[in-house]
């Protein structure tokens, strides 16, 4: 072996050996890992479908209603319905008409005022 060898294999010897020291003494290197004591963040919950504790019974905000947002409420407040004993009283057509929704979604709405009322 010539003499070029013998130096690359020392020089691999002594960075295996400090890599290896170093990974001996890597908890005395790296600080501990940081312990919160904080709660884990909550998810959201789906606000009730019941009507509110200030509101009269039936005259509740539209968007109560699963599948009414805020557009769709000002469609029906332009139509003339504007809470949820309107939407349980009025027709699966009528309502379908003002929304822009098919009547199956009307229907869906009509039962769920229902219920809230």
Known sequence: MNNTAKNLIRVAGVVAGIGAAVWAMRDRLLPAP????????????????????????????VTEIKGIGPVTADKLTSAG???????????PGNLSTAAGVSETVARRWIAAAKTIT
Do not use: L, W
């Open 34 to 61: 940081e312990v919160h004591n904080e709660p884990p963040p909550r998810f959201r919950e789906a606000p009730s479908q019941a009507p509110t504790a200030t509101s009269a019974k039936g005259t509740g905000d």
């Open 81 to 91: 319905i504007a809470d949820i004993a309107t939407i349980a009283a009025s027709t």
